[in-house]
């Protein structure tokens, strides 16, 4: 698998925030270890992420492979996060104990 093939499996798929096409800048290769590949797809015209996208190893012939085979099948998500939601994690978050910096990994504090 390569960065073209990476491509074609999101050519024809659009940013849900600002509906730009995704361009060959979107997709960066933040790491590649055999047949892995680690990619982070990001709207070049809005700035949205969408986070780092796993490829491991391949066996279509690029010869042989037709754009209907690439395509992504979009579902459903769960439900927008919703008034009661935020307040529920307010209020979760506000009665963690003190020391709850704990459970977050050294490397990742601040």
């Known amino acids: 698998m ?3 093939l990476i491509e074609q499996l999101f050519s024809g798929l659009c ?4 509906k730009s096409d995704f361009t060959q800048e979107s997709f960066r290769v933040m790491r590649q ?5 680690v990619v982070q797809v ?19 012939n690029r010869k042989d ?4 085979d690439l395509a992504l099948e979009i ?21 963690l104990e003190h020391d709850w910096k704990k459970y977050i990994p050294e490397d990742l504090r601040q």
């Open 2 to 4: 390569n960065r073209e």
């Open 15 to 18: 940013c849900s925030e600002c």
């Open 33 to 37: 270890e055999n047949d892995l590949f």
């Open 42 to 60: 990001t709207c070049q015209k809005c700035g949205k992420s969408f986070g780092t996208a796993f490829f491991g190893h391949c066996s279509l």
């Open 65 to 68: 492979l037709k754009k209907e």
């Open 75 to 95: 579902q459903d998500g769960p439900a927008p996060i919703s008034y009661d939601d935020v307040i529920d994690a307010h209020n979760f978050i506000k009665n």
